[in-house]
């Protein structure tokens, strides 16, 4: 089965940029979405088709897709952003959804 | 907007079967562009795919799950369920129920469910 991997964590200090990862083999094929999750609250879609973004997400909120790696990039940091971050494809060899296993981001 | 809303036990014993229902208003699940999924979240962990249905009834399930696993679709009463058996501790989790088009969106607020005698 297809396997997402994520650092389990990323540290970042306000106004920084934050890069956290999304690693699958030859992901670049499939199409990536990120969630963010505060705790206690339901995940919230915030990139979509790699790099695109839903209406209200901030445009310091970008994603990346190429060969083997994914990436979430939320520049100038803000406290408001620490939270869980998940990468989700689907794996159309097995018709499955795919998460990965999520990185929690801290604004030092 | 479209919201989704998960309701249930919130408590099941072990070796019985966990039953929840999403409620989905401000849309139809009729909706021939999306799918609608379950995802669960045990304490601490991170997001599992549970399954996904489609309103004609076509299911996919997280295989490490399918022996045990039934989602249904009621489109009289706009809801899908999820009924998973034989549950065990490994199965205390948050579950969500999710609108899926090519990604899950929106997400229902979440219902915790525990396993415990």
């Known amino acids: 089965s297809y396997v997402l991997t994520q650092p389990p964590s990323v540290s970042v200090a306000p106004g920084k940029t934050a890069t956290i990862t999304c690693g699958g083999n030859?992901?670049?094929?499939?199409?990536v979405h990120w969630y963010q999750q505060k705790p206690g609250q339901a995940p919230m879609l915030v990139i979509y088709?790699?790099?695109d973004r839903p209406s209200g997400i901030p445009e310091r909120f970008s994603g990346s897709n190429s060969g083997n790696t994914a990436t979430l990039t939320i520049s100038r940091v803000e406290a408001a952003d620490e939270a869980d971050y998940s990468c989700q494809v689907w794996d159309s060899s097995s018709d499955h959804v795919v998460f990965g296993g999520g990185t929690k981001l801290t604004v030092l | 907007q479209l919201q989704l809303q998960e309701s249930g036990p919130g408590l099941v014993k072990p070796s019985e079967t966990l039953s929840l229902t999403c409620t989905v208003s401000g849309g139809s699940i009729s909706s021939s562009s999306y799918y609608w999924g379950w995802v669960r979240q045990p304490p601490g962990k991170g997001l599992e795919w549970i399954g996904t249905?489609?309103?004609?009834?076509?299911?996919y399930y997280n295989p490490s799950l399918k022996s045990r696993l039934t989602i249904s679709v009621d489109t009289s009463k706009n809801q899908f369920s999820l009924k998973l058996s034989s549950v065990t501790a490994a199965d205390t989790a948050v579950y969500y129920c999710?609108?899926?088009?090519?990604?899950?969106?929106?997400w229902g607020q979440g219902t915790l469910v525990t396993v415990s005698s």
């Open positions: 030859n992901i670049g094929s499939k199409t």
């Open positions: 999710a609108r899926k088009g090519n990604w899950f969106d929106p």
């Open positions: 249905i489609y309103y004609s009834g076509s299911t």
């Open positions: 088709f790699d790099s």
